[in-house]
């Protein structure tokens, strides 16, 4: 699993925050934001593809917090909690909208060492038709990869947000991991 | 292909959690089922270009949002405390430390005079209803009192002159009605029963008039020894001229007569 390192917080330190802002204090918001806009503004990234809706999804996120302080309860990871908030405004958004835009970022791939222009245009290519497969998929199972890759949440907190169990989680994964692979080779064979 | 029973531990090595042997283990495994490992290598190496994938910056807009949305929701909780707080003004005056001590003062004497109120004052309501429930009670055994002293039945009659005694402030009706089954009721027990019932009233002037009257018209010579002892009691000299025409009866038992000769020498 990929070990982000946005992630390595302190969730103790994330609860003691959340604690403060539900207790009034709401200027420690500030401080979750700085944690976590990022992160939450990726995992919107790559559900939507779109850096605009990314950007409005995650301050819905945090209006949420700050509406629904009072309903935090300081149990488990605070993450675990802000994300459930994320899966379920996406699972409405994606109702609503059910339109995925890959459009406005086709210039931001990073440059990979040692790689001649030929190469990296060639590697910038397998990366756009990455994406487009991973936009092929379902819904829920472009969000497991997210969340298991980039999110670098382990798969028990994800069954947590999603509701199920770890075994069930390492197995749908995999599953959307197969599917990836399927589509990947489909678009890469055009 | 049965990947599916080791799906679990193709996750464990595309998540790199695997060790060089245990990886080595699952390969042949995978191998000795059929399986084409130059798929396990692609789905790694497809893996490891997801990581490549990089999200974008936010733009510097969506901080300024959440900012502005922080000092919204700040004045808005402000605002909020500052209504509450006119609300509170007069109040927190009271509790400053010059009126603090009288208002405990006043709170203190104002819970004393509570309890003392509910201790010695009985709930009026309550005893309103108990009143009239009681009322209600005395108003319905005189009337059975009234109605069953008239049968003819003489268990009836008795049953009317027990209810009389159950009357703690028996009205007129009620005595002239004992006076007159004393007097009148051929039932010899029924006449008993009403001298005694009568004998808890005599502290009414009507009762003891009466009971002197009666003397003249008892001829049973239980009832009559019974008055004479009863007369003695309450020390009713009226009752003298009575006995001596009850003495003047040819008809008259030997032993009340001597009864009512000894009563006679104790109230003269």
Redesign the interface.
């Known amino acids: ?2 070990s982000n390192p946005e992630t390595n917080l302190d969730p103790v330190s994330d609860t003691a925050l959340m604690l403060k802002v539900k207790a ?1 204090d ?2 420690k ?2 401080l979750l ?1 700085e944690r976590y ?2 992160m939450l ?2 995992f919107f ?2 559900m939507s593809g779109s ?1 605009e809706t ?2 409005d999804l ?2 819905t996120v ?2 949420r917090i ?1 509406k629904k302080r009072s309903q935090y309860k300081g149990k488990g990871k605070f993450s675990s909690w802000m994300f459930q908030i994320a899966h379920n405004l996406w699972a409405d958004h994606y109702k609503k909208n059910h339109r995925i835009d890959l459009k406005d ?1 086709m210039e ?3 440059l ?1 060492e040692g790689l001649s222009t030929d190469e990296q245009i060639e590697h910038e290519e ?2 756009r038709q ?2 487009t497969a ?1 936009h092929s998929l379902s819904d829920d199972k472009r969000e497991v ?1 997210i969340l298991s ?2 999110q670098g949440m382990k798969y028990n907190e994800i069954a947590n947000i999603l509701g199920t169990t770890e ?1 069930a989680i ?2 749908k ?3 959307a ?2 599917e ?2 399927e589509q ?2 489909k678009i890469e064979n055009r | 292909m049965k990947e599916e029973k080791y799906q679990e531990r193709i996750m464990d090595y595309l998540d790199g959690n695997l060790t060089a042997k245990q990886a080595e283990e699952l390969k042949k495994a995978l191998r000795e089922e059929g399986y084409d490992l130059s798929r396990l290598d692609e789905m790694d190496e497809m893996v490891r270009q997801l990581d490549e994938i990089r999200a974008p910056e936010p733009r510097e807009e969506m901080k300024e949002k959440f900012f502005h949305m922080l000092e919204e929701e700040k004045s808005r909780i402000e605002s909020k405390e500052r209504s509450l707080d006119a609300l509170l003004k007069p109040f927190r005056t009271l509790l400053e430390p010059v009126y603090l001590p009288k208002m405990l003062y006043a709170s203190l004497i104002l819970i004393v005079g509570m309890i003392l109120g509910h201790w010695i004052i009985p709930d009026k309501q309550f005893q309103y209803q108990t009143s009239l429930m009681m009322e209600e009670m005395q108003s319905m055994k005189t009337l059975m009192a009234l109605t069953l002293i008239d049968q003819s039945n003489a268990t009836d009659r008795l049953k009317a002159v027990s209810y009389t005694g159950e009357l703690s402030n028996p009205d007129e009706k009620v005595l002239e009605a004992l006076l007159k089954t004393l007097s009148n009721d051929p039932s010899v027990n029924v006449r008993l029963a009403s001298l005694d019932a009568l004998s808890r009233l005599i502290g009414n002037e009507t009762v003891r008039t009466g009971l002197v009257e009666s003397i003249s018209n008892q001829d049973s010579p239980l009832v009559q020894i019974a008055i004479a002892e009863l007369m003695i009691t309450i020390q009713e000299k009226r009752a003298i001229p009575e006995f001596e025409k009850l003495l003047d009866r040819e008809d008259l038992n030997q032993t009340v007569a001597e009864k009512i000769t000894e009563s006679i020498k104790i109230l003269t």
């Open positions: 699993m990929n009034g709401i200027e918001l500030s934001y806009s990022k503004f990726g990234w790559r850096v990314s950007e995650v301050q945090f209006y700050l970022d931001r791939w990073e990979k397998q990366l990455l994406r991973l990869i890759r980039y075994g390492k197995i994964v995999f599953r991991l197969t990836l692979r990947y080779a």
